[in-house]
């Protein structure tokens, strides 16, 4: 079993539709949870921490469940430049381990 | 402020050849991390510099050695490149181990 696993879509949504994305992690004693964007052939790009308690950043908003081990990425009112594939990253002891991604294409 | 850089942008080498990669990380960062990436695949940790030391490594073999400079730049080698040394090598630079910024990666293709 991968430590970090995520479906890898492709999910393939209109314009201002609403998106989640969801990231289950295989070690309890993992310490801080990410989510990052990865353009085509482009690194990625930290698109947000996840916090405990949740947190939200415009139109994006994070959630971790430590009981269930699982992180989930909400995307609201997508845009066409939303595209992308988006990495779940989970942290133990200054190892990152990153999710396959899940490619989201919005069209018009 | 310039953000990670990596060089080169590209390189062809030959099975059985080594190579060396290198990672300038960004303003005010002390830690360097290195990824390969495949393609369709998410980035594989591969090791941490901090301090000039290794801090940590994933599964990857001692072919796969690394270095930190007092500048905190920092270096990956491979030695006997195989075939499926093929891959985007990533390097990311942080404040100790938050929130991590990437390069834009070298492309490595084997032969």
């Known amino acids: 079993r991968k430590e970090v696993e995520q479906d890898p879509g492709p999910f393939n949504v209109p314009e201002g539709a609403t998106v989640a994305f969801n990231c289950t992690y295989s070690n309890s004693a993992s310490q801080s949870f990410f989510w990052y964007r990865q353009d085509c052939r482009k690194e990625p790009k930290l698109l947000m921490s996840v916090y405990s308690s949740g947190n939200e950043d415009g139109r994006f908003t994070a959630q971790l469940n430590r009981a269930s081990q699982y992180i989930s990425l909400l995307i609201r009112d997508s845009k066409l430049s939303d595209s992308a594939t988006y990495l779940c990253v989970v942290n133990r002891n200054n190892d990152m381990r990153f999710g396959a991604g899940t490619r989201l294409t919005v069209k018009p | 402020d310039a953000g990670v850089t990596q060089s080169p942008t590209h390189l062809i080498k030959t099975r059985g050849q080594q190579v060396t990669l290198r990672c300038s990380p960004k303003?005010?960062?002390?830690?360097v991390s290195w990824y390969q990436q495949a393609l369709g695949q998410g980035p594989q940790f591969i090791f941490q510099y901090y301090e000039e030391e290794e801090r940590q490594r994933g599964n990857f073999p001692d072919r796969f050695s690394g270095h930190q400079f007092p500048n905190y730049s920092s270096e990956l080698n491979v030695n006997a490149l195989l075939l499926g040394d093929s891959a985007l090598y990533l390097c990311a630079s942080s404040i100790l181990s938050y929130e991590q910024y990437f390069g834009p990666g070298t492309r490595l293709t084997v032969t």
């Open positions: 303003s005010g960062h002390d830690t």
